[in-house]
């Protein structure tokens, strides 16, 4: 699954402001997809799935959502986080940001650019 989601984010790199955010949507997208085949039991399960994995971003199902933009080490290196949300998974983003409207910012730019890659014709 790491091949699958490093494929996918190298091609996502150019839509994407920062590596790690384009690893962030691969590995929503990616997982999201795993998540929709479940157990990959037959061939045809698995040639499904691949052909699905070949057209990300296109067709993804991931729908992300922020769940919140909370505050970390506020006595020794104070920062913000932004913790994003796909079905019942959480991922949180590896980037800090010094204020709250830094982190809420980014949560905007980074669900339009991932909705807009999905979205892509």
């Known amino acids: 699954m790491r091949d699958e989601i490093a494929q996918l984010a190298k091609a996502l790199e150019?839509?994407?402001t920062a590596r790690e955010d384009a690893?962030?949507?691969?590995?929503?997208?990616?997982?999201?997809?795993?998540?929709?085949?479940g157990q990959l039991a037959t061939e045809a399960d698995q040639l499904?799935?691949?052909?699905?994995l070949e057209r990300?971003?296109?067709d993804s199902t991931a729908?992300?959502?922020v769940v919140f933009v909370s505050p970390y080490d506020q006595k020794t290196d104070p920062h913000w986080r932004v913790t994003f949300?796909?079905?019942?998974t959480r991922y949180e983003s590896s980037r800090r940001f010094g204020s709250v409207?830094?982190?809420?910012?980014?949560?905007?730019d980074f669900l339009a650019r991932l909705r807009g890659e999905i979205n892509r014709p």
Not at 23 to 35: I, K, S
Not at 48 to 52: K, L, N, V
Not at 85 to 88: D, E, I, K, N, S
Request: hydrophobic content about 45%; overall charge positive.
């Open 85 to 88: 949300t796909v079905g019942q």
């Open 48 to 52: 499904r799935y691949r052909a699905a």
């Open 101 to 108: 409207a830094e982190a809420e910012t980014y949560a905007t």
């Open 63 to 65: 729908t992300p959502r």
């Open 23 to 37: 690893e962030l949507a691969a590995t929503m997208m990616v997982m999201a997809l795993r998540y929709e085949f």
């Open 14 to 16: 150019p839509s994407f």
């Open 56 to 58: 990300l971003p296109k």
